[in-house]
């Protein structure tokens, strides 16, 4: 087919061959370009497009490798010689050749540059984008996304090597999600098929992924896709979790700091001093509740186990008050003391609280009560002739 039936035509044409290698070209293309025929016969087309439209290249390397039927249409810079021009590029299956038709559009009144120029700044904008973005269409197939996109998701062959971005071009993305190391992100893109969209965080590869997809609709048609974007959240899970380590640290802190301060305080109130060998006095002061006294009394079998305390005076002089219940408490902690074989003696019962004794029916037959520490302490010397403790 010679090139004469197209020289009337406002567009350029190129013939190629079967693998897209430019046989002829039409004078409207050779001026359109200010070059000669053999400026362009027996070069591949790709070789013509700019190197900075690597997507345009991509389209119509995979027509010839393919050996595609439909129709590539697309827009690139075409560079012959010093000449450059924005151009779209519509390759046409003729049986064992392709008509290339190549019509100039860098007139800034043409449509075609118009709609070019704000896909542009779109793609300008989708590439610029610090999350990964992806679109895909009615029935999932990728129609557009950006290099982060493919750099969080790491897509890989069936031999475990990296899916390079130009393979990702119509390809379905419930394929590309097939494997195990995907789960998380598919149960949720699942779920979302069927709903408005869905927000979510999940684990890929070792970092916190923030998914955020959105179903897209047109006027004209519906539903016509999603918009999923991916933002990397592992700094701020890092952030939060070392936050969270910290406050778990302070808090174990300050608990260890309010149990010594507790035992401190119990070590203040019910100090054990001792008197001789095998004679302990315990002075109690303050109130005495269930919660103290319980702490009185583990402290107290603890230390008498240790430092081999056979008699132990418990002092309530600086007690305020004494009710039933401290005084049962106290009746308790002498049985535990017997138990252990320690004597213990009550001293500093005022009259009032041996009222209290009386009226409530304490039992307190088995304690040697004194009514001074005095007289506790001589009863023991002479019970159990004690020496006093030398330094």
Request: overall charge negative; charged content about 25%.
């Amino acid at each position: 087919m010679g090139t004469r039936t197209y020289d009337d035509l406002p567009v350029g044409v190129l013939i190629a061959d079967d693998a897209i290698v430019i046989r002829t070209a039409s004078a409207s293309f050779l001026r359109d370009f200010s070059c000669l025929a053999e400026d362009v016969q027996d070069r591949e087309l790709s070789e013509l497009i700019s190197p900075r439209d690597r997507r345009a290249s991509m389209l119509i390397d995979r027509a010839s490798t393919q050996a595609a039927t439909e129709p590539v249409d697309t827009i690139a810079v075409v560079e012959v010689g010093e000449v450059a021009r924005l151009a779209r590029i519509v390759l046409v299956r003729e049986s064992q050749q392709w008509m290339v038709l190549v019509e100039c559009i860098d007139n800034p009144q043409n449509l075609v540059l118009q709609l070019f120029s704000e896909h542009r700044r779109w793609s300008a904008a989708l590439r610029g984008s610090s999350d990964g973005l992806v679109f895909v269409d009615e029935a999932l197939t990728i129609t557009d996304y950006n290099a982060r996109f493919v750099e969080l998701m790491q897509f890989r062959s069936d031999h475990g090597v990296l899916l390079g971005e130009e393979l990702l071009p119509g390809r379905e993305l419930a394929t590309l999600l097939a494997p195990a190391a995907f789960e998380p992100m598919r149960v949720r893109l699942d779920a979302m098929w069927s709903r408005e969209g869905c927000s979510d965080e999940f684990m890929l590869h070792g970092r916190w992924l923030e998914l955020d997809a959105r179903p897209i609709y047109l006027p004209s048609k519906g539903l016509s896709g999603h918009a999923i974007s991916l933002r990397d959240a592992t700094d701020r899970h890092d952030m939060e979790h070392a936050r969270a380590e910290r406050q778990r640290e302070l808090l174990r802190h300050s608990e260890e700091v309010i149990a010594a301060q507790r035992q401190a305080i119990r070590a203040l109130t019910a100090p054990r001093i001792p008197i001789a060998r095998g004679l302990t006095v315990v002075p109690l002061v303050g109130a005495l509740d269930t919660q103290r006294l319980s702490e009185i009394v583990e402290d107290l079998l603890e230390g008498v186990a240790r430092d081999g305390t056979r008699t132990l005076v418990l002092d309530i002089t600086g007690v305020p008050e004494f009710d039933g219940a401290a005084a049962a408490g106290l009746l308790s902690a002498a049985r535990s003391l017997r138990l252990i074989g320690v004597h213990p003696i009550l001293t500093g019962v005022s009259p009032r609280t041996a009222q209290l004794l009386a009226s409530e029916h304490v039992p307190t037959h088995g304690l040697e009560i004194h009514g001074s520490l005095e007289a506790a302490i001589a009863s023991s010397m002479r019970r159990s002739s004690a020496r006093p403790v030398t330094s």
